[in-house]
């Protein structure tokens, strides 16, 4: 079983910063992308940043220049250091990772979500 816990969110005040961390955990052969998805209150869901497992990273145009993705692959674990925050950011933040499951039988890549972090960017 695999399973992906985010943590790090909170309140923070305009202009400030937060860093957030997803752990990926259970009976992982191998794990390809990773990436951060946020969804505020009546929006869709929309990509915020990705990292490959070369450390390859591409970021949404909103975020450019504030955020910043990362990864340790020993840890199975993903990155996203937020500076400058603004409150549209205010979102739940969620990480994305697409893991093979080695109890699965199946050498093929699943998509895996976690429960999401609550952000919330207010004076």
């Known amino acids: 079983q695999v399973q992906l816990v985010e943590s790090g969110g909170g309140l923070v005040q305009p202009g400030g910063s937060l860093r957030l961390s997803c752990v990926a955990s259970?009976?992982?052969?191998?794990?390809?992308?990773m990436d951060w998805y946020r969804q505020a209150p009546g929006k869709q869901r929309e990509l915020v940043a990705q990292t490959t497992t070369r450390g390859s990273t591409t970021y949404a145009d909103f975020v450019k220049g504030r955020f910043t993705v990362s990864r340790d692959n020993a840890k199975n674990t993903m990155y996203l250091q937020m500076n400058s925050l603004k409150p549209e950011d205010t979102a739940v933040y969620y990480c994305?990772?697409?893991?093979?499951?080695?109890?699965?039988?199946?050498?093929?890549?699943?998509?895996?979500w976690g429960q999401g972090t609550q952000v919330t960017v207010s004076s």
């Open positions: 259970g009976s992982i052969s191998s794990i390809a992308a």
């Open positions: 994305n990772a697409a893991i093979i499951d080695k109890n699965s039988g199946s050498p093929y890549y699943n998509e895996y």
